[in-house]
């Protein structure tokens, strides 16, 4: 019971995220095409088996990306995994237009 609980609020909290994200995420250039986005913040959590970072941003809001398979993360100028990334890093990420997944994850 405890375990489907976590995993109704692990789903509910992606499903706002992508809602948010959505909203947040999408910028337009000046000939009006869509851009992604860059997101500056703290992590502060890392989880490895759902390939997700949770990151505080700078005015205090908490934002969820989801890492994919053709993310590139890079860790003090190196390739890098998602197990590399600790809580507490400061991290800038690429988020593909429209959505919350990174395109890339820099750590320095």
């Known amino acids: 019971m405890k375990k489907r609980k976590v995993s109704l ?3 509910l909290m992606l499903c706002l995220a992508t809602v948010l994200a959505t909203a ?3 910028q337009e250039d000046t000939n009006g095409l869509i ?3 860059e997101i500056i913040g703290s992590i502060k959590q890392v989880r490895v088996n759902f390939s997700l970072l949770l ?4 005015q205090q809001s908490e934002m969820t ?8 993360i890079t860790v003090d100028g190196k390739a890098g995994r ?8 400061m991290i800038k990420a ?3 237009d429209h959505s919350s997944e990174a395109l890339t994850i820099e750590v320095n």
């Open 94 to 96: 690429t988020l593909r």
């Open 82 to 89: 998602l197990r590399d990334l600790k809580e507490g890093q």
């Open 55 to 58: 990151i505080e941003t700078p």
């Open 65 to 72: 990306i989801s890492i994919e398979t053709d993310t590139k």
């Open 9 to 11: 609020s692990l789903l």
């Open 35 to 37: 851009v992604p986005s």
């Open 24 to 26: 947040l995420v999408a």
